[in-house]
């Protein structure tokens, strides 16, 4: 890569040579010390590359063994000021795009984050945010070790951190603190059980803890269910504190509500578009082109195009294209029975993410009215479920402590 550049600023040409004694005249820019490269031989002709000076060199040794010479293309930045010489504009417009580019890369326009999976991204990225470390900041004025440590205090989950820049990206990567064993620390810990919704106790049996309802007992939510404490013995009944296990079910009632209309609309897209590009510059927005909507029905579609140079080099440059896609919206009316098996459904998965995962479903009745141009619906549903949930019994503790201090 290097030498290739090297090349270029000095300036080289592709040379075609030609003749009878080729291989001599090779051997002699070789005892002469020329440098010849990408040698390549094409039918009776050769061609190679080689320095602006080493080809007047070897213009005597084509002399001495009859060969002919000739510059097939020329390359480099000599060759390439000769040619616009003349065009100081031109030549100037460059100048000032590449201090450009320059300035630019010495900002940061990008911040991504690798590594993270339990903390979310957009968390860390606008940690940096608050504390200075942002796009469009000067890479000179920042300093990574400090934004490091933030991050460390920041999120006790995280126990390395290093930032780099590649390009115009600041590329923050880190490392998270390996979780142990998928175990309830509740399993461990003193814990008691309690309700998690209103119900009909059903079934209980304890295996661990001190059951404070019975079969047939009805429970408000946030009802204690199990104590997590137990006797030491026959002997000593004073309680010693427990993880609480056991299985409890019990008798839910849920109701949800809604409606629907019977006039409903379908969307049929149709081969209409119609784009705007907008021009993204920081905070500004500048509208290069725009066709309007062919119709009034039209569904918007949002791209973002990043301009960079390179993967490395995004600029604070980018395109956004909206893309209008026109529909014919197409009115049809619900019969009683469809509207009724439409809001039945919708009721019913509404009820589904409230129930717990082993459920028996005792009863499911649905009412519905019809008011207008709308049905109502109300659905009620029995069901026997898991009804008990873990908590901590350190607070418990404390209070007891200070009743026994008194």
């Not at 500004?284 to 062919?294: P, R, Y």
Request: hydrophobic letters at 40%; charged letters at 25%; glycine letters at 6%.
């Amino acid at each position: 890569m290097f030498l290739s550049l090297w090349h270029y600023l000095q300036g080289y040409v592709i040379v075609e040579i030609s003749g009878f004694n080729v291989e001599k005249f090779l051997n002699l820019t070789t005892y002469h010390g020329l440098i010849l490269w990408n040698i390549q031989r094409i039918g009776e002709k050769v061609y190679f590359s080689t320095s602006i000076e080493d080809f007047k060199a070897m213009k005597q040794d084509a002399r001495k063994t009859r060969s002919r010479l000739k510059i097939v293309e020329k390359y480099g930045l000599p060759f390439f000021t000769y040619r616009y010489k003349k065009r100081k504009l031109f030549a100037i417009g460059i100048g000032i795009f590449i201090m450009m580019l320059w300035l630019l890369s010495s900002f940061v326009w990008l911040v991504e984050v690798e590594g993270s999976h339990r903390i979310n991204s957009l968390d860390i990225i606008h940690t940096l945010e608050e504390n200075g470390y942002s796009t469009g900041n000067w890479k000179g004025k920042m300093n990574l070790r400090e934004a490091e440590t933030i991050l460390l205090k920041h999120y006790p989950d995280i126990i390395w951190v290093g930032i780099d820049y590649e390009g115009t990206r600041m590329i923050v990567r880190v490392a998270e603190s390996i979780l142990p064993p998928t175990m309830n620390a509740l399993d461990i810990a003193p814990s008691s059980l309690i309700a998690k919704r209103d119900a009909l106790i059903t079934y209980i049996a304890v295996e661990k803890g001190k059951p404070m309802v019975k079969a047939g007992d009805i429970v408000k939510k946030g009802d204690m269910l199990v104590a997590g404490e137990m006797p030491l013995g026959e002997e000593d009944p004073s309680p010693y504190y427990t993880a609480s296990k056991a299985t409890i079910r019990g008798k839910t009632i849920y109701t949800v509500s809604g409606d629907i209309s019977l006039d409903q609309v379908r969307k049929n897209y149709t081969n209409e578009t119609s784009k705007k590009y907008i021009l993204k510059f920081f905070d500004k927005n500048l509208t290069l082109f725009s066709e309007k909507a062919l119709t009034d029905h039209y569904d918007k579609m949002l791209t973002l195009h990043q301009l960079r140079i390179t993967k490395l080099f995004p600029l604070p440059f980018a395109v956004e294209v909206q893309t209008c896609i026109s529909y014919v919206p197409a009115y049809y009316t619900l019969t009683k029975e469809e509207a009724e098996d439409r809001l039945l459904s919708e009721l019913w998965n509404e009820v589904s993410e409230s129930l717990s995962g082993e459920v028996r479903i005792l009863k499911r009745e649905a009412y519905f009215k019809q008011t207008d141009r709308h049905i109502s619906g109300t659905l009620y549903v029995v069901a026997e479920e898991e009804i008990s949930y873990p908590v901590g019994v350190e607070q418990e503790m404390q209070n007891k402590g200070e009743m026994l201090n008194e």
